[in-house]
């Protein structure tokens, strides 16, 4: 589904990532660790478009697509979600209105109508008791006066909407406390299928305890040092990153 | 004689004017006289004068323009501008009052609707009380011109007690075919315990000539009375509109005003608002979306004289190409207005690089027990807000669309017409196309 050669980017002259490779097939979840500053987020926001990263070399394929050729809007419409590791406030823009054009405009790509409005509103019913998202928050605007728990609860509700191929989970268990973290974990479980693929970037272990990744991979330094089982993420957590560092250095 | 024909300035020309049609105009010729030696003391404000800074109206009123006017439209050629189908419609056409363009038919009892010009005969006693009562000829040159030529408009009465439940709907439009100055005025009336609401529309039909509409609306709300009032500014390329609105409120009422700027080469906005007794609300919404070359300039005086009032002001604008907007809010609270609320904001997104703001809050305080507050923010749309739609899948353009009617809904969503919401979010998507 995914597939990143040599990846290599940077932000204002200064590089981060230093030749990542990655496969990621259908039905697969794969958990990106690292500590502060490996690149992590800057991966993330590459594959999802962001302008301010320059990639200078290497390929990302998606689903047989060159996907750096593609604008941000046309990757999320070919599948590929990202859940904001720092969702913003919109105010003004209410969440469902939001997310009927977003899906509308995903339909259109496909050369499809829009969605009839009572089988959106079934479709926002059913996703909302998914994540178990307040029916109030779903219709206020977009994360305005949200929690941060809510915030990221919001992220995987508009996930659940948009049925992604790819979700890219960006630390989205950062800031959260344990039950928060169990119901996204729950939704992002529950969203799970053969079809589609989940790679979750996170800085520690605890949240691979909810969502079991197939393979973990660990980046420091702008580059993938090591892949392993899911005994890797907790072999990471006892030892810290240092052991990682040290080998890095070898 | 000669040197006059030779000089033939815009001063010039009003005044000979002036003199040749006085006698035949409404109301008080004496009011009118001295009117017109304020305008000409005061003259036509340069960039020099403060409050003009920002406007170049001498240039603009450089070259011929017409002072008199014809009647021309029918009804067909506003059809489209009746915008709400349950409201009493009333028509300015170049500054006069048209009655068989107009809707009055069945008015309530306690509602009188009828020209300037005739409520200076029939309705004479509240005429005389309130006319040019409130809006100071010495205060600003464009005032003492409106009450020396003004022609005509409509006389608005709503009598105490009386709950008006369908709006008033009054339409100025430009229809002029040669450069013209037209001085369109309006006397609001509302007394004690009364309820209104009140549309005044700026509007152009098929004139491509050069119109400076210098109108002017004074309204009185008395004791308790509550009324809802909006301006709906949407004259053509050719349009030039120096709007002022001049209130006065008395004990308990709330006056709630909201000024939607679509269009217009040049709108220049003063709305006055004297807080003249105790216990009075004024709501003073506000947006403007500005393009091309345009010149969009507000200028609002909140005058608390009183004590234990509040005032909320609300400025949005959206400004693209190279047009100019500016904001200028003066809130003056004065010695005896203790325990005075004043809340003003002005918040401005500017698209293109070319676009100016001006914005400037001047708050004079004299009291020393009051709550006063005031705001203003420009910047550009919030690109961290545009990518997270489009990683959404909305494109570009539509991600912005959204945020800018985002930005608009906190002013939009203050009209209490859902017909004219509905009307003002129509106009401002297709401005957003």
């Known amino acids: ?173 950062s800031g959260l406390d344990i039950d928060a973290l169990r119901v996204v974990a729950n939704g992002v479980n529950k969203l799970k299928s053969k079809e589609n693929a989940t790679i979750v970037i996170t800085h520690y272990q605890r949240l691979l305890d ?41 | ?173 430009s229809s002029a075919i040669q450069n013209s100055i037209i001085n369109p005025r309006n006397l609001i009336v509302v007394e004690s315990n009364a309820q209104v609401k009140i549309i005044e529309s700026y509007e152009t039909v098929d004139s491509t000539a050069k119109v400076f509409n210098n109108a002017l609306t004074e309204i009185v709300v008395e004791e308790s009375a509550v009324v809802d009032h909006y301006k709906i500014q949407d004259e053509n390329n050719f349009g030039y509109l120096l709007n002022t609105t001049q209130i006065i409120q008395k004990g308990k009422s709330v006056f709630t005003t909201h000024t939607f700027t679509l269009s217009g080469s040049l709108v220049r906005n003063n709305l006055n608002i004297v807080l003249d007794d105790e216990g009075i609300e004024s709501n003073l919404n506000g947006l403007y979306l500005t393009n091309e070359n345009q010149v969009v300039d507000n200028h609002t005086l909140v005058d608390h004289r009183k004590p234990k009032c509040n005032s909320n002001e609300l400025y949005k604008g959206i400004i693209d190409g190279k047009s100019t907007a500016t904001f200028n809010g003066k809130i003056f609270v004065r010695k005896d207005a203790q325990k005075t609320n004043a809340f003003q904001s002005n918040k401005n997104i500017l698209l293109s690089d070319d676009g100016t703001i001006n914005t400037k809050p001047q708050l004079e305080i004299y009291a020393d027990d009051v709550k006063c507050s005031h ?7 919030d690109e961290e807000k545009v990518f997270y739609l489009r990683a959404r899948g909305l494109s570009e353009t539509s991600a912005k669309k959204l945020l800018m009617h985002a930005f608009a809904s906190e002013v939009v969503d203050t009209i209490k017409i859902d017909a004219l919401r509905d009307y003002v979010e129509e106009k401002i998507s297709k401005r957003f196309e």
């Open chain 1, 1 to 173: 589904m995914l597939s990143i050669k040599n990846l290599h980017a940077s932000i204002d002259g200064k590089e981060i990532l230093k030749g990542i490779n990655l496969e990621v097939k259908a039905g697969e979840v794969h958990a990106i660790m690292g500590p502060n500053g490996s690149g992590k987020s800057t991966l993330s926001a590459v594959l999802a478009g962001r302008s301010d990263y320059e990639v200078t070399e290497g390929e990302v394929t998606f689903n047989g697509k060159n996907l750096l050729e593609l604008s941000p809007e046309d990757r999320a419409r070919e599948g590929v979600f990202l859940a904001f590791q720092y969702p913003i406030e919109i105010p003004g823009v209410s969440n469902v209105n939001f997310l009927k054009t977003a899906i509308n405009e995903i339909r259109a790509y496909k050369g499809l109508g829009p969605m009839e409005a009572k089988d959106f509103l079934a479709m926002l019913k059913e996703k909302q008791k998914l994540v178990e998202l307040d029916v109030k928050l779903a219709n206020r605007s977009v994360n305005e006066g949200f929690s941060g728990g809510e915030k990221k609860r919001n992220e995987i509700f508009q996930m659940a909407m948009l049925e992604p191929k790819l979700a890219i989970l960006d630390e989205t268990d």
């Open chain 1, 210 to 250: 909810y969502i079991i990744p197939d393979v973990v991979h660990i980046l420091y330094n702008g580059k993938i040092v090591k892949s392993g089982p899911k005994e890797l993420a907790l072999e990471l957590e006892e030892r810290g990153y240092d052991f990682i560092k040290a080998e890095a250095q070898l």
């Open chain 2, 1 to 173: 004689m000669e040197t006059i024909t030779q000089k033939n300035t815009l001063k010039d020309k009003v005044i000979s004017e002036f003199e040749s049609s006085k006698n035949s105009l409404f109301g008080n010729t004496l009011l009118r006289e001295q009117a017109m030696e304020s305008f000409y003391k005061q003259g036509i404000p340069s960039r020099k004068h403060e409050e003009y800074k920002y406007l170049n109206i001498d240039l603009i009123l450089k070259g011929d323009f017409s002072l008199a006017l014809n009647k021309t439209l029918d009804r067909k050629q506003i059809a489209h501008l009746e915008i709400l189908n349950d409201a009493y419609v009333i028509t300015i056409e170049n500054g006069v009052f048209i009655e068989e363009l107009s809707k009055l038919q069945d008015l309530p009892k306690g509602l009188i609707i009828c020209s300037l010009a005739k409520a200076s005969k029939d309705h004479s006693s509240v005429f005389e009380k309130q006319y040019a009562q409130s809006a100071d000829v010495n205060a600003d040159a464009f005032i003492a011109l409106n009450t020396a030529m003004a022609k005509d408009g409509v006389f608005v009465h709503v009598q105490r007690n009386t709950l008006i439940e369908k709006p008033i709907y009054i339409i100025h439009v």
């Open chain 2, 375 to 381: 705001g203003t923010s420009t910047g550009k749309l």
